[in-house]
């Protein structure tokens, strides 16, 4: 195949959207991050004007400069902006059509719409939409466009941004971009990246901080100075220059978290001003774009039928739609299952089996024998009292008969009966069971409504929000359309083929014939069948390496999550396996797979288990126990597999580039090195930097320490990890990837040559049950700091409201106190750490953290599997100690769970209940305990050890030991005596009996008690 | 005919120039005021490598912004540029063709190169070439690059710079481009027009002068920070961000013509290190694009013959170029009718008649007549002197042989002869003469290059410079090829025909008939035919609608500039005559006349004198005596030429809007209101601002007034309009066209209702000579402050240098003096301006300023037909009073055509000789009137008037009366008598007879005596 050149690549694409109707404009005269900034989408996406546009719109984003190192990422890229207002209805199929214009045959590709909710919070807008992914590529984005400005946007626009750049590597099976040719048989490279370097080197290196601080107040100013003269044109221009501005500062590092919101806030501001001002313009000027409404409304092109088959039949719903995503596809699919069967019953109809499935393109619900009416029901329906309804003479009255018309009776047929006491006038009225085609075709639109996602979107001019378009309803009842409209849709019984094979349309004959027609078409629609076709693909392409696919099954439920997703996305699944180079292994491990997981969404590789049982021992640290392989799955057949992993290896290896690129930088430096920099990264305005956190983590550490009964020869290495726990933070990789942290510490720690303790340490205290003590340490300062510190600034979580993840962080501190067996008194721990902070903690508040602690520990144990009451009455106790509490839930399940345990909490509980209202604790006085039994059980008592420092064994070891005596004594004795000297003895015995459960647990919120 | 839209336009020319080899690429992204900003011209253009690019590039000039109301004058307008490194030969029908891809053809409109000298100090560059003009409309901007960023360019860049709106205009037969399509049904308008409106508004009324100075001074320090880390790309960018701050505070008038000056420098200088930096980049990569030579030279195709005609016959050669301008096409026939007789005549060529011709795209020289051979000659050649040269015995001497050697004679042939007392050897050497073909080729090449231009270029690897390129020679002796190369172009027998015909190749059968060809082609070759057929048809137009051209005939040769510029910018003039409305001549008669003449080239009509003698009474002030019609003259015959109508009146139409809106913003304030403004004029920098020198002429009037005769009750008025003279210098229509200077003033004196003869002043105080008295204060205040101030400041014109136009502030001195016929001293002028000058002006130096005032009254009284040597005599005397010098003058050259002029100068002349060695002046005392001649003479010497104030018709009446007594006096009286006081008594009357020509004329410079 010939080589495609840069540029024929854009006088395609403008040519192909020329003839499609669109505007072809030129790029925007001032640095833009991004088409979108252009005023030809910014301004022209608001307001009702229909609008389609496109243009090249070369894009500056400073802190994507690679100084040309990096095949795949640069400070200037270009892209190729189409904007589609309104809707035009087959945004995607156009899309795909223009990939063809370049060349790109959708058979020999794997393209995949991959969810991708845009969101723009310094101009104040959002919408979605995907990223489109040629050959795990991500070459355009597609984006509904929801807001702009603030302003909410009606009609949707669709905006397609192609990154041309990667387009034309895909094109040509390239490694880079630089040898390829721009045009005229000059390289992209000799073009540029002699320029990206030099622009690297300023935005990194040379651009003056002061400098571009003052040009951004400037610009800003000028900006206001505009919008107070409505020009908004100029206004926005200077918004831009802002935008770049602020880009260049961040580069270089200079903005820190607090200022970037002051940035943003800023800019926000002054777009929403634009926006606004420009929504007014356009309506004083009387929308001159606006031509007359040319929404005919689609009417459903089935036309009813007035006889149909008696018998029931299979009926069968498709919902198809555009891409959904991963997550809405199971969100569908479970709102789908519970809901049928309810509707069904609500409609009175007579079913057989239901089937539900999703797939990203449709939603299926499938229905066998459906009756095929509603049956005939009569209905007793009460009205008025019957001495309003008729006269003595039985005569009707107007009420009688109001009531009869509404029901469609005659006065005659009206029967009184007796109800609750009073007699009332009663209909019958009888329902004829209506034709299911015209129950079902009220029915469909409200069941599509009904269907809610996390997040949904409008498109068209119905207003309908969805998870994404809808573009095609199949209703068939047996051979018969159900006819139905909704979100401007009409329904039919044409579905449309694989997305690979041009989604064509279908026809479906019956209901009956959906599943074998969807199958023909290669489509696998149940979810389950396609999991487990991917895990037999990928375990099977895994041993041809003599590896083993990382699932990392998780949970209960023993899930994948990127099985899960990654079943999601294709309706065709087809595994594909590449490799990377040997050198990429050097990267940390974690490196390596966040990147083919979270990314890219491939299955990373270990090797296998050899026959011995035991791995190979490549004996590296780095990429440790990884292959140079990784396996993706391609929505398709196997059709021009090879260029599919080629372009697959080739995305890895750029994204390896990209790491390779931040490390190397940031190993120029120690890892200690990069912890004053913290103090640029702001923790929270009112508890100052992440230099002050780290610093309060150093002074608490060493509180903690002793109480976690750490030895003193490990403090220095505790005191170490802490000091450079957070250093990481301010690394590029780690700004770059923020799931990294941590690991990235670790590995950093290592190649600064830290002790092995220490960058453990600071690799696990992000992990939720550090394994080492000393992990433990730093996870607990850390993690105490802030929950103290949070709630000191008022700042505790609300309801459903958790900004700063408070409730992760408490579980962060019972569940590996638990985990790790350690008694730990968390009062004292909120009490050293309150002391350290920058801002008053007061004891309530103190208290308040405290209970909230207890709150999560009751998570924590009732999902272990204990009972709530056994759990309440050990936490009502012990809850500032958790290793204790788990220790005595686990014992005291195991007395709950004893056949005799009625008795022995019966015995317990007689102590307590007769002493509870008593508001004075009796001594005991040995004179006047008269009866023996009384005397017996005071000896027995005081034979017992009553220190059991939590150990419920221990205690109810004692209660056991108690119980004959207990009995005894209340059997013979009168409590409540009439002498007072008596009754206080001898409710002061049982008092003391009962007493013995304190700092063990409460047994009165026991079952039973 | 399908309109066109402003994106199809775009797609085609991308389209084109792809197709031939051009890269592609992107508007640049920041606002840039020219494509030859981007980097891809700015850059690229420098050093060896090859580059071929085409690019739109939107243009952002605040100044031309009109608020989107001018159809023509944008604050953005869209340019499309292309670059071709090295010129590919055929750059301008490269061009005509794609503008033939845009549906432009040639044969239906009139197109035409019009000379453009392309500058832009502000990155020191430069380059020739044209403006291309579509039916009056400049559409594209075509330059040869010769220099850029201060470094010479080698090779030679060809840029072409398409204005894409003046094309849909002229394409769309349009009157403005807003209702023009842009794309998809939508209007050009509609895209930009607010944009414009908003952006004039910023430009011109919001933009903060603080903010934009600072953002200046932080781009420019951006941009050294950038250059001394040798970040060239990043730097450059900053200097475009400097050029547009500068554009802002520009357009918002921020800007003194001092301060300018410091802004070009400093950006100049920055974009010089960048250019150089670039060179010095290049050159270390090795200049990747550099492929292999391809210039293998062109060889003359055309064959040399051995045999050849030994008939006299008709020679001619044809110089092909590219369309020169008009000054070269003259300056070019100057030097070839003064060079082709000599040239022959050193060749020995024998020959008949000689003609040469020049047009636009063509020189030629045609030799009736040519001998086939120079004759054969004998040259006698002296050698060593004969001792030297042989022994006594005859014998030769190596002297001898060596002589004889050279010369290709034998030592036997070397004849002694005697020179200059001496004897020397002598060789008679015998040259044969050689064919003319061969004297030919060796010698036109040398005649080619002889050809020198003001300004010459080169575009070529042949390093040759000349006007416009040459691209074809044609060279015939006969039927026969001359050949030669020359700058890379091979001469032969083809030329090229007429530019609208396609410029199509045509074969001259022999040089007899080469004219018959041309003529054939539609070709006027002769200038004076051209020019007569345009004076011809233009009045036949004009007549049409009753009216006469302006050919505004000056000089003593009494030709019209204008007339002779377009004769020299057609091969085939067509007079095309077109319309404007009638509210444009509302405007001032200047302004139009100016728009026309010298922006469009138009002859502007008045209405022809009625038969009555008298011409229509319009009398209106304004447009006054204008009809609303022009003639234009068309290269090419009358085919479309209503589409050339319309398009010259469509770019006229526009002319005159944009003068409106000037004229409109103008009035806003009243003239005097300007005159504050002009403290932010510099004058120069020596002698302060514009307002300065206006305070400095308002001081030196009310010393001229009384020396002019000027009358008290006059002098407020002569105050008045001094004191408002330059206040239009700041106004916005004299900004825009300098030229109407003071005629701007005028008009607006009256519109602010000034008086009438204030107004009239202020227009006339730029005019060489005023009508009006009080005009001819405020000219001379004027003049005299800036001859004053510029020769203090020691600024004073040397050799050809008179960047002050000092000479001719001389002349606009004495020559008005003259004409009104005022006696005027100058020597007191200067004295008084001296006072009022920033700076000393020393005595010396006034005299050199009346030295100089001296010389070019000189030159005023030759140029009027005087004598040298009645000039010199009378200036000797006169000088400092011009009109007095000029009476004198014309008497004196009266007296010196008289018959008895002899003895009348020789009567005198006897006088002056005799006592013209006297150190002392002798008293006379009547007593030692010895003689009755002396005392007959000294008696009628005491009867005459000795006070001729300078009037020479008096001071020679006496001499005249004189001469009797005189005659006498020599003939009978001894003069130098032995007595000394009778010798010193004739002396003494003689001296005083002498001195009578003191203040008059000193004779004795006069011819004859």
């Known amino acids: 195949m010939p080589k495609s050149s840069f540029q024929e690549i854009i006088l395609q694409l403008q040519e192909f959207w020329a003839s499609h109707g669109c505007l072809i404009t030129q790029p925007y005269y001032t640095q833009v991050g991004a088409g979108t900034m252009n005023p030809n989408t910014f301004l022209r996406v608001l307001g009702p004007e229909p609008w389609n546009v496109a243009y090249v719109e070369p894009s500056v984003r400073p802190d994507d400069g690679r100084y040309g190192e990096n095949p795949n990422r640069f400070q200037k890229h270009t892209q190729f902006q189409v904007i589609l207002k309104p809707d035009p209805g087959n945004p995607q199929e156009l899309y795909l059509e223009s990939l063809k214009a370049l060349g790109i045959d959708p058979r020999q590709h794997d393209i995949r719409f991959v969810e991708d909710n845009w969101e723009q919070p310094a101009i104040a807008a959002w919408g979605l939409g995907w990223e489109v992914w040629l050959d795990g590529q991500e070459i355009t984005q597609f984006t509904y466009f929801q807001q702009m400005g603030g302003v909410t946007l009606n009609p949707v626009s669709v905006e397609i941004t192609y990154g041309l750049e990667r387009i034309l590597i895909t094109l040509n099976n390239a490694k880079a971009i630089w040898d390829e040719e721009w045009g005229a048989g000059v390289t992209y490279g000799e073009i540029t990246r002699r320029e990206e370097f030099e622009h690297s080197k300023y935005y990194y290196e040379v651009a003056d901080v002061e400098r571009a601080r003052k040009m951004y107040d400037l610009f800003s100013a000028e900006a206001d100075a505009c919008l107070a003269q409505g020009l908004l044109v100029p206004a926005h221009d200077y918004i831009l220059k802002c935008n770049h501005a602020f880009n260049i500062l961040d580069a270089r590092g200079a903005i820190s978290i607090a200022e970037r919101q002051a940035f943003f806030r800023r800019i926000r501001e002054l777009a929403r001003r634009v926006a606004e001002g420009y929504e007014e313009q356009r309506k004083e000027l009387e929308y001159p774009l606006l031509k007359e409404s040319q929404t005919s409304k689609v009417k459903s092109q089935v036309a009813g039928r007035s006889t149909f088959d008696v018998r029931p039949a299979t009926f069968v719903l498709e919902i198809g739609v555009e891409e959904l995503p991963a997550n809405d596809v199971d969100t569908a699919y479970e709102q789908l299952t519970q809901r049928i069967p309810t509707l069904l019953n609500e409609l009175h109809l007579e079913h057989g089996n239901i089937r539900i499935f999703s797939t990203p393109r449709r939603l299926v619900v499938s229905i066998d024998s459906l009756a095929p009416n509603q049956p005939d029901r009569e209905d007793l329906v009460k009205g008025p009292p019957a001495d309003k309804a008729f006269d003595k003479d039985g005569i009707a009255l107007p009420a009688a008969m109001g009531f009869a018309k509404k029901n469609n009776v005659s006065t005659k047929d009206l029967e009184v009966r007796e109800e609750g006491g009073g007699k009332y006038v009663f209909a019958v009225v009888k329902q004829k069971g209506r034709p299911t085609p015209e129950v079902l075709a009220e029915a469909l639109p409200k069941l599509v409504e009904s269907i809610k996602f996390e997040k949904s979107m409008r498109w068209n001019d119905s207003g309908v929000a969805f998870s994404r378009p809808i573009r095609w309803y199949v209703a068939l009842l047996g051979d018969m359309v159900i006819p139905f409209e909704y979100a401007g849709v009409v329904s039919g019984n044409v579905t449309r083929g694989l997305r690979p094979y041009d989604s064509p349309e279908i026809k479906i004959p019956s209901a009956d014939k959906y599943f074998d027609v969807i199958r023909e078409a290669g489509i696998t629609l149940d979810k389950e069948e396609r999991k487990a076709s991917i895990v037999e693909q990928v375990k099977q392409a895994a041993s041809l390496v003599g590896g083993e696919a990382i699932f990392d099954y998780v949970g209960a439920s023993h899930d994948s999550p990127l099985l899960n997703e990654v079943t999601n996305l294709v309706e065709m699944p087809t595994a594909v396996m590449g490799g990377f180079s040997e050198e990429s292994l050097s990267l940390p491990r974690d490196v390596l797979i966040s990147v083919m997981k979270k990314h890219q969404r491939y299955f990373p590789l270990t090797p296998a288990p050899s026959p011995s049982g035991r791995g190979e021992s490549s004996g590296v640290r780095r990429g440790e126990g990884l292959l140079p392989h990784f396996i993706a799955i391609r929505n398709g057949d196997d059709i021009g597999i090879d260029m599919v992993r080629e372009g697959n290896e080739h995305v890895l290896g750029a994204r390896f580039a990209d790491a390779n690129f931040f490390v190397r930088e940031d190993v120029k430096l120690k890892l200690e090195e990069y912890r004053p920099k913290l103090s640029g990264l702001t923790f929270h305005t009112k508890l100052g930097s992440m230099l002050d956190k780290s610093d309060r983590m150093l002074k608490l550490v060493n509180d903690l320490a002793p109480m976690l009964g750490i030895t003193n020869n490990q403090l220095p290495t505790i005191q170490r990890a802490t000091f450079l726990a957070k250093a990481d933070l301010v690394t590029q990789m780690v700004t770059e990837m923020t799931s990294l942290q941590g690991i990235i510490g670790r590995e950093y720690a290592l190649r600064s040559g830290e002790p ?101 520990l009751k998570v924590v144990l009732n999902e272990a599997g204990y009972k709530y009451d056994v759990v309440d009455a050990v936490l009502a106790e012990q809850s500032a100690n958790p290793a204790a509490s788990a220790r005595a839930v686990k014992q005291l399940q195991a007395w709950v769970g004893r056949g005799d345990w009625s008795t022995i909490l019966a015995s317990y509980a007689r102590c307590v209940r007769i002493t509870r209202d008593q508001k004075e604790t009796f001594k005991i006085k040995e004179k006047f305990l008269r009866e023996v039994e009384e005397r017996t059980l005071y000896e027995v008592f005081n034979l017992q050890s009553t220190d059991f420092n939590g150990d419920i064994d221990a205690f109810l070891k004692v209660i056991v030991k108690l119980i004959p005596s207990i009995t005894s004594f209340f059997e013979k004795v009168l409590v409540m005596a009439e002498e007072k000297d008596v009754r206080e003895n001898r409710l002061g015995l049982l008092q003391r009996i009962a007493n013995l459960a304190n700092g063990v647990a409460d047994l009165s919120k026991l079952e039973g008690f």
Request: proline residues 5%.
């Open 756 to 856: 092995k303790e220490v960058a453990i340490a600071i690799g696990e205290h992000y992990q939720t049950v550090p394994q080492t003590k000393v992990g433990l340490a730093v996870a607990l300062a850390d993690r105490i700091d802030s929950l103290v510190g949070f709630f000191g600034a008022g700042l505790a979580p609300t309801g459903a409201k958790d900004p700063f993840g408070l409730r992760r962080a408490a579980i962060g501190i019972v569940q590996p106190l638990i985990e790790h067996d350690v008694d730990f008194d968390l009062v004292e721990a909120v009490r050293k750490s309150a002391k350290t902070q920058p801002i008053e903690v007061r004891d309530e508040v103190q208290n308040q953290i405290l209970d909230f602690l207890t709150g999560r």
